[in-house]
């Protein structure tokens, strides 16, 4: 390896990972370096763009049909239908997924094309795509809860790095895995789907709390709904926080039909988030939290943060056992169960039990608990994530083993690698 790199390398661990970089400074190193010559043979972008409709059609797929409401801007590509930039003014669209025959998928995974058009037999794809204006995505809304038996709404809030098109097919995955009779929203906020953008995404959640708020507010007045769940993952978690903080300070309360929040591997502050319940007063609705002790994007995310991350504590030791029970929050600790995920951050939607139990306490209005988690069962927590961390550097410690095998990490990290290593000499770090 180039002793520049090796420098860049050294640097950026003692900078960011002193602990890491004592105990296990060759492994890490050595990681970084596969990822480095890996990423140097590998020079092919990976596709994405997987939006526009097909008309063909095949037998035993499913569909699902949801309502998106964005802060993201428009897409040039009808295929890509909305980018990462930041839009004035909430969008709408109208997006009907098709699921390949569950014979022929894994239950609990999203089958990406492997070419452009997809195939409905195997592949998820688009048979509907429309992006539509607010009268519009109210009556398609008001079409959609008249099916749902029990007129429940569930809006989903994904998580840092995430494009539009992976939010929208992996809310449809869960949707069909989960079998919850419920009326699926999908609110999307503008993530640059890049391993390298934590801090624009962080500001990004923090730009679209109004616009989540208006959306909740909007649903709980609505006579044909009769109950919301908001499902939030990873940094998803705080904008989903902060929108239902501001309700409670602007109306004196949570609205009445919000009536469970699943917080799914958070990445909020411990102290913040419990001020953030806090503000919603007595009246406020069933939290779930979902942590994990080896959750290591968390943990990365930590050491830059400086404090614990609601979603890796462990919450039979104080203070925390005490303060989750003052403060109601059920918990489902997932530290002891496998994952097949290197970082332990989980994949709720993955994983076919943990799907099956939150559709079933959505159909059934009851509230998830641990004592409903069968010891044979293997959970696992949600992410679409791949790292949460903050900084270039810290990413790119992060990130790189994961670039080896994801063409996402791999489609960013060669350009971050050289921006870093200008950086550094621009520090004065020896090359």
Known sequence: MPRRQRYLIEWVMRRFMPSLWQTSLRECSHRLAIAITVLGLAGCASPHGFLEPVAATAPGTSQVEMVVATTRTRADSPAEMFSGGRNVTPSFADIIVSIPPDGSRKIGDVQWPQQIPGNPATDFVTLKADIIDRPQAIATFSRLVKNAP???????????????????????????????NVTPVLFT????????????????ANYSRDSLEDLLRWLSKNPQVGEVTVLAHSMGNWVTLEALRQMAIRDGKIAPKIRNVILAAPDVDFDVAREQIRTMGPQKPNFTLFVSENDRALAASQKVWGAPRL????????????????????????????????????????????????????????????????????????????????????????????????????????????VLTQSVHDAGVPH
């Open 150 to 180: 029990k007129r429940q709404v569930l809006v989903f809030v994904h998580g840092f790095n995430n494009r539009f098109e992976d939010a929208v097919f992996r809310f449809a995955q869960f949707i069909h895995d989960s079998r919850a």
């Open 189 to 204: 906020w503008p993530s640059k789907g890049s391993v390298f953008a934590y801090g624009y995404d962080r500001e990004s």
């Open 311 to 418: 979603g890796e504590i462990n919450p039979d030791i104080e203070p925390y056992k005490s303060d989750l029970a003052s403060d109601k929050i059920n918990v489902i600790d997932l530290t002891t169960f496998h994952s097949g995920d290197s970082l332990n951050h989980g994949t709720f939607a993955e994983n076919p039990e943990i799907v099956e139990l939150i559709g079933r306490s959505i159909d059934s209005g009851q509230t998830l608990t641990e004592s409903r988690v069968g010891l044979g069962e293997r959970i696992v927590q949600a992410t679409t994530g791949a790292a949460a961390s903050v900084g270039q550097a810290a990413s790119l410690v992060v990130t790189a083993p994961v670039a080896v095998v994801d063409p996402v990490t791999r489609e960013h990290f060669g350009d971050e690698i050289d």
